[in-house]
């Protein structure tokens, strides 16, 4: 299995839990996934909520990362914290990894 399936699959499972975190905690998970997405560019088609050719539908409970199809669905917590958190440091962290880009 590759790396970047396994990647993939905890990194949307640490952003479902980033829902529920207190802020400090939140930060620093999407700090570590902004890392996730510098070291293999593959993680940012979890970005772009265009062109799934699947379902959308994310099945955290498999434990095998391949078939628990993150690749299926796109990091759509980003868009909750963006808009939705009561943290503005949440808001603007989130909003700056949906807009990041490998250089």
Known sequence: ???TWRSAAFAKR?????LNWPPSVTLR??????????KDPKLEALL?????S??????????????SRPFDTSFFELLLLQQHHYDSRIREAAQKLSRYTST
């Open 29 to 38: 998970a999407l700090e570590f996934v902004e890392a996730l997405l510098s």
């Open 54 to 67: 699947a379902d959308g539908i994310y099945l955290p409970e498999i434990d095998d990362p391949q078939l």
């Open 48 to 52: 772009s909520t265009e062109d799934r």
């Open 1 to 3: 299995m590759s790396i």
């Open 14 to 18: 640490l952003l479902i839990a980033s």
